[in-house]
């Protein structure tokens, strides 16, 4: 990891228009727990409703692609990637350095909420609140892995990677069975059943399956993304 590397792109992720949406769906997270918390009726059902569709299935899949395009996308757009580029950098340095920062950043503002949101609705009960905060965690790693090389690979990353989200995640990873094994949400659900225990929270894939897809897909996106990151570090040079 290189420190340079990672001030500048944080600098650049917070200092944009993204900083501001960084805040505005966590606020909503957290406003809408505010108000479920006092509500009646079966405090569990809610906050696994509400932790698994608002936050698990919509803060942790859209702050993934903001922050995991942003830490590159927007520098190969207008062309000031080529300034790093021309540093005596190993590329794949670069991609695992701004992999670092999009997912810390995406833990303070996905991870961090999920837990607070958890507190507020179920507190410590049935292990909910860390079931899904572990979640948080490892989806959120492997979301910004994804977006990051969605990033490298298109200019389009943002309207790709929110038909992904949308469309993939949201729709057919929770309706068509036979596609919940392809789902990151649906692996990191097997992982917060795991945390919380069988009776707490449902997840349609099994740990021994859900764990080692997560961590191909974030290592084979990181690969790529380096991939192709020099890839086109060769073809500006000829």
Same mark, same amino acid.
């Given at each position: 990891?290189?420190?340079?590397?990672?001030?500048?792109? &944080?600098r650049g992720l917070l200092g944009r228009r993204?900083?501001?949406l960084l805040l505005v769906v966590p606020a909503l997270l957290l406003l809408v727990s505010a108000l479920?918390?006092?509500?009646?009726?079966?405090?569990?059902?809610l906050t696994v409703k509400i932790l698994g569709q608002l936050g698990l299935?919509?803060?942790?899949?859209?702050?993934?692609?903001?922050?995991?395009?942003? +830490?590159?996308?927007?520098e190969i757009d207008d062309g000031s990637i080529v300034y790093l580029l021309a540093k005596p950098l190993p590329r794949w340095e670069i991609v695992t350095t701004k992999l670092f920062v999009?997912?810390?950043?995406? #833990?303070?503002?996905?991870? +961090?909420?999920?837990? &607070?949101?958890?507190?507020?609705?179920y507190g410590t009960k049935d292990g909910v609140t860390l079931g899904y905060t572990v979640a948080a965690l490892v989806a959120g790693a492997a979301y910004s892995a994804i977006f990051l090389l969605l990033g490298v690979?298109?200019?389009?990353? +943002?309207? +790709?990677?929110?038909?992904?989200? &949308?469309? #993939?995640?949201?729709l057919v990873g929770n309706f068509v069975a036979g596609a919940r094994? &392809?789902?990151?949400?649906? #692996?990191?659900?097997?992982?917060?059943e795991t945390v919380a225990g069988d009776t707490a929270i449902g997840a349609d894939v099994s740990f021994g399956v859900a764990v080692p897809l997560l961590l191909v897909v974030t290592v084979a996106a990181t690969v790529l993304a380096a991939v192709r990151l020099a890839g086109l570090t060769l073809a500006g040079e000829d």
């Open positions: 990891m290189n420190p340079t590397v990672a001030r500048l792109t &944080l993204r900083g501001a479920a918390s006092g509500s009646s009726g079966d405090g569990h059902d299935g919509t803060l942790v899949p859209i702050l993934g692609l903001v922050v995991g395009t942003g +830490v590159i996308a927007t999009a997912i810390g950043t995406t #833990w303070v503002f996905a991870a +961090v909420p999920t837990m &607070l949101a958890g507190l507020m609705l690979v298109t200019r389009h990353a +943002v309207v +790709v990677g929110l038909g992904y989200a &949308l469309v #993939w995640e949201s094994t &392809l789902s990151v949400q649906q #692996w990191a659900r097997s992982v917060a």
